[in-house]
């Protein structure tokens, strides 16, 4: 007979990691409900969600801390991993799957090697992994010398703090991730009647692995220069912002997104660190003290097409291949893009570095009923 539970909690082994600018818990498929909605009333559970502090839950009280990580073996011929991104919010009840994470992204082998799905290799380890949210897959690559995972090292990314092992990431098709196409509405270049908030302002609609609408800062009466924090504390700008994303919404292949997390709203400037463009992102509604991963890999592929909003902002070079250096509100995000030699507007590759780690290894405790 097997003893009685000691309490009305369950536990649910988990690893909390951090993935480049992003944390949260990662779990394994098979640890987790089969059914979607049961699913998802776990995840609330244990991450403390709807609560703005989420003080009962792993939730940091930050859309960047608010994420969960699901990961399984992939049945995919040439995948070898599957990934399940899901988004919560500190003060709401939803669960959103249909983005992609490439900051939690970087995460996802340390975690699989960890767990034991995957052997470690000598000296690095690669897999690809297939993002089910919405089909893209990349090679991610680890440092593990003597078949040893390494999370030391001197690679240094903006927003957090002292330096650790690289991890690449080499996306392999990212155009139109989420919307119909790389340009959801066939133009570089669309100009949008704002109903209801009587504006009309020229915009960006692009999907290089998350949709986004680019947007002068010089048009909302701003440098592009401020602060996060004073950015999200505009009332004013927030308002504006979010009547044109959802002005965009319909116009990239997206419907209402009132209750999404997506297209992200981007403000640009011209460069003063010498990069290639300056930015200022918000997540929707909050000012990314950074910016996303893939949210970068879109601005570059901006930063290099003709006739876009960054055209005759940003500072790029000639060639086939380029490292982009996107500042943000805490320093930059180099992406590294290759280009079609007979198709100079098309992009076929774009690479970057990250960091990761483990923070905590165990399990979450839920209430039984979940």
Known sequence: MSNPPLSDQRAVPCMVMRGGTSRGPFFLESDLPTDAMERD??????MGSPDPRQIDGLGGAHPL????????????????????FAQLQPDNDTVDVTPNCGNMLAAVLPFALERGLLPVAHGTTTARILTLNTGMQCDVTLQTPNGRLQYGGDARIDGVPGTASPISINFLDTAGSVCPALLPT??????????????????????????????????????????????????ELRARLEALRLAAGPLMGLGDVSAKNYPKMCLISAPRDGGAV????????VCHDS???????????????????????????PGVRQTLSIEHPTGEFSVELELDPNNPGQVLRAALLRTARPIMRGEVMIPAHF
């Open 41 to 46: 009333r776990v995840l609330l559970a244990a």
């Open 65 to 84: 801390t608010s994420k969960v990580g699901i990961v399984r073996r992939s049945t995919t011929p040439g995948v070898d991993l599957d990934f399940l």
């Open 186 to 235: 066939g133009a570089p270049l669309d100009r949008i009647a704002v109903r209801g908030a009587d504006f009309e302002i020229d915009a960006t609609l692009i999907d290089n692995g998350m949709p986004m609408v680019l947007v002068r800062a010089s048009d909302f009466g701003i440098t592009g220069y401020e602060p996060a924090a004073e950015l999200t504390s505009s009332v």
């Open 278 to 285: 300056n930015t200022r992102c918000f997540i929707p509604h």
């Open 291 to 317: 910016i996303g991963v893939l949210a970068a890999v879109t601005v570059a592929t901006a930063c290099v097409l003709p006739g876009t909003i960054a055209d005759g902002i940003a500072a790029t070079q």
